[in-house]
């Protein structure tokens, strides 16, 4: 079955820098969407970054770009997060998540996986 498993949340100051992985298993990993989340308590989730594998396209909200970055690991099946420029409005739980199958657009298909998060603090 489709398993998706975050690491690599944790605190850090704003201004700072963290990576977030996700171990992806059981679907296809190359032909399939794949993005990153958040979501903030009394908050519906938010779409971050996301990525079609091959041939590599990301596209990311306005709210992230220039700041954050999604990549992967094919050969190891990892999806990052590298956030730089961290700011106290970044702080969420992460959600890394999976669509199978191709899509129009990564940005606006409805995933039907997610992990189950892992908990980023910026402090200011």
């Known amino acids: 079955q489709v398993q998706l498993v975050e690491s690599g949340g944790g605190s850090v100051q704003a201004g700072g820098t963290l990576t977030l992985s996700c171990a992806a298993s059981?679907?296809?990993?190359?032909?399939?969407?794949m993005g990153w989340f958040r979501q903030v308590p009394g908050k519906e989730r938010e779409g971050v970054a996301y990525?079609?594998?091959?041939?590599?396209?990301?596209s990311y909200e306005d709210s992230v770009k220039g700041r954050f970055t999604i990549s992967l690991d094919d050969r190891r099946q990892i999806l990052y997060l590298h956030m730089n420029s961290l700011k106290s409005e970044d702080t969420a739980i992460y959600f890394c998540?999976?669509?199978?199958?191709?899509?129009?657009?990564?940005?606006?298909?409805?995933?039907?996986?997610y992990g189950q998060g892992t908990q980023v603090t910026v402090s200011s």
């Open positions: 998540a999976a669509n199978e199958g191709w899509a129009p657009s990564c940005a606006t298909v409805t995933y039907g996986y």
């Open positions: 059981g679907f296809a990993f190359r032909g399939s969407c």
């Open positions: 990525v079609w594998p091959f041939p590599m396209e990301t």
